[in-house]
């Protein structure tokens, strides 16, 4: 069986259970991603509504990592933000 031998290679506790949706083992969504300022921080680019310049590229604007780890995500998403950064000129 494989938790006894995740045991036996010095794993006190092994998990079996997999984790959903509600649990919280990634956080992500206190700066929500969205088209409407009323329910989102930033928008498709992750350009905050209220300020001018001010991006933000973490898991937080990810409304849920559906407990996987969102690294891969949010690495794809800081590239993609980056390329609309380099590409749009933005007024100070």
Sequence with gaps: ????????????????KPFDRRTPSHQCGTARMGNDPQTSVVDAFCKSHDHKNLFIT???VLPTSSAVNPSLTVAAL???????????????
């Design 58 to 60: 973490d898991a937080s």
């Design 78 to 92: 800081a590239m993609r933000t980056a390329k609309y950064i380099d590409n749009v000129e933005f007024t100070k």
């Design 1 to 16: 069986m494989q938790m006894d031998r995740l045991r036996n290679a010095g794993y006190p506790i092994v998990m079996s």
